[in-house]
């Protein structure tokens, strides 16, 4: 029906977007084999960061990505994968997580089915400040901790909570009902992929259901909100920039 008629729950506003599967368009990058990639967010929507969705072919494949200023966050979604970068090599299945940082180069060797989202982002240095380690690990091992006293949306933080990086990744989760409990504004940038679980969002002055599988971009200063609904929790992966001053 949506083909017949030009339907999507994508949109794409000046601040804010929504990226629904039924649009995903791979791109073909060079050295990339049994691999396809999604790019969702990027600096040509307006984000400072890029969001990719990394799907592997019948046999599993490699995708790989060079040496320089971004570093990476990469979280599996489904399947297993092989991480590799200059003197790391770690093999994580679905909820692994692992933060490569910049200058290294990263070949993923993903398994048949393998579903990988990954945070591409230019490292902001700062003087007298060493960079920030690889670290890895999984989501199961990490409790999510009540917002706000709120024991019905809890949070997962990932990545230490340390100056060295420039970023944060985060799962909130939250019970059929449960809401972010007032219209956040804030400095900091979200890519998000809605992992299960359905609800509304938020997005300025706009209002969209969402479910699985889609990504949200929410620029600074964006007004947001979420509220679960449905019979089952809804969970979200979600980066946002911190420690840096603007």
């Excluded at 084999?33 to 969001?51: K, M, N, R, T």
Aim: net charge negative.
């Amino acid at each position: 029906m949506s083909e017949l008629f030009g339907l999507t729950r994508t949109r794409v506003a000046m601040r804010h977007a929504l990226i629904a599967l039924d649009g995903h368009v791979p791109s073909a990058f060079p050295g990339w084999d049994g691999a396809d990639a999604y790019v969702l967010l990027s600096p040509a929507i307006g984000a400072e960061i890029s969001q990719l969705l990394v799907c592997y072919q019948t046999g599993g494949g490699t995708a790989w990505f060079p040496a320089g200023e971004y570093e990476h966050v990469i979280y599996i979604e489904k399947g297993d994968c092989r991480v590799v970068w200059d003197d790391g090599d770690v093999t994580l299945g679905a909820g692994g997580f692992v933060f490569v940082p910049s200058e290294n180069v990263l070949a993923l060797h993903g398994s048949e089915n393998t579903r990988l989202t990954i945070f591409r982002k230019i490292y902001e240095p700062v003087d007298n400040l060493e960079a920030p380690p690889a670290v890895h690990g999984h989501a199961a091992d990490i409790p999510g901790e009540p917002f706000l006293g709120n024991d019905k949306a809890r949070l997962q933080t990932l990545l230490p909570v340390d100056s060295r990086y420039d970023l944060a990744v985060n799962i909130f989760t939250y019970q059929p009902g449960a809401t972010l409990p007032f219209v956040e504004t804030h400095i900091m940038e979200h890519g998000l992929l809605m992992l299960s679980g359905q609800g509304v969002y938020r997005l300025e002055e706009s209002y969209y259901p969402v479910k699985a599988g889609d990504a949200i971009w929410m620029a600074p200063y964006c007004p947001q909100w979420f509220v679960a609904m449905g019979d089952e929790p809804a969970s979200y992966l979600y980066y946002k920039d911190v420690h840096r001053l603007p």
